[in-house]
């Protein structure tokens, strides 16, 4: 890959910058989260570890024996929160999903592989309670984006015996990452998110899914059309790296920039939302 200045990163991963309507979405999406939460059954801040920023937010299941979906926001893991995310739900729970969305910690106060240990903590959490609240406990998706599609990734690619000895060794039916970053070697050399994130070659190395050993699938990689070149190159690299056994979904969507490419995955008719459907084992809309 050709060498980049500082500059050409920033204009590349800085997605406020390159999409000015996110000053307008993003306090659309939390006004639309409180929404849901006020006309849905949901259980808010269950704990699932005993660390800071170790809790959940779920929304039961209509039936027992549904599926599961786990969302994990984006924010670089350094901004956002799991109430800014719960407009996830609805279109889930009403095509008869149990969802569950988790808050981790965020750097600079925690490093990344943190972030990554207590994700892994929230879907363990999710298998051993799935069933309290509607949830098929084998039939658990992980979904993120951006960063949370990086930690979704990651979530595919976990070995689950060394997380808890109950687990069972594929925990995860399946995984979606939207506009999801797989190679952290460029992140690392992004000056605005640097200070934070305070990356290093060997945190790059420990924590970039892109080069870890390929898991069992399916990971479908999804990304807007109208991203930078950066973000639909690393939607490729994942499948690229992985393989289409593993990545048998990797497109980019027309049309959608960073942050609308998350409205896809709520909107019935979109694709985003088809493929969640079908990893979840839930008829089409």
């Known amino acids: 890959m050709a060498l980049h200045d500082a500059a050409w990163h920033d204009s590349q991963y800085n997605n406020r910058a390159r999409v000015p309507e996110a000053a307008v979405l993003l306090p659309r999406w939390a006004e639309a989260s409180a929404l849901a939460r006020s006309r849905m059954t949901c259980q808010l801040d269950q704990p699932y570890g005993d660390e800071a920023g170790e809790t ?16 994990i926001h984006g924010g670089y893991w350094r901004a956002l929160d799991k109430a800014d995310h719960s407009f996830v739900a609805p279109a889930f729970v009403q095509a008869g999903a149990m969802v569950v969305v988790p808050n981790y910690a965020l750097c600079p106060a925690v490093g990344m592989a943190q972030i990554a240990l207590q994700t892994t903590r929230a879907l363990a959490w999710t ?19 951006s960063a949370g599609g990086h930690l979704a990734a990651m979530l595919l690619a976990c070995r689950w015996k060394t997380v808890g000895d109950d687990l069972p060794a594929r925990l995860l039916a399946g995984a979606l990452s939207l506009s999801g970053v797989f190679d952290l070697e460029p992140i690392r050399q992004t000056p605005f998110l640097q200070g934070d994130l305070q990356l290093t070659p ?29 973000f639909i190159r690393q939607n490729q690299l994942i499948r690229d790296q992985w393989g289409p056994s593993t990545v048998p979904v990797c497109e980019a969507l027309p049309g959608l920039n960073h942050f609308t490419v998350l409205h896809d995955l709520v909107d019935p008719a979109g694709r985003a939302h088809a493929h969640a459907r079908r990893w979840l084992g839930l008829s089409a809309a």
């Open 56 to 71: 959940l937010d779920i929304f039961p299941a209509r039936d027992s024996g549904s599926p599961v979906l786990v969302f």
């Open 127 to 145: 298998w051993r309670n799935a069933a309290r609240f509607g949830g098929n406990r084998s039939r658990i998706v992980v979904a993120g984006h």
């Open 202 to 230: 060997a945190a790059v190395r420990r924590l970039s899914p892109a080069f870890f050993p390929r898991p069992r699938g399916p990971l479908a990689a999804l990304v807007g059309g109208d991203e930078s070149e950066a």
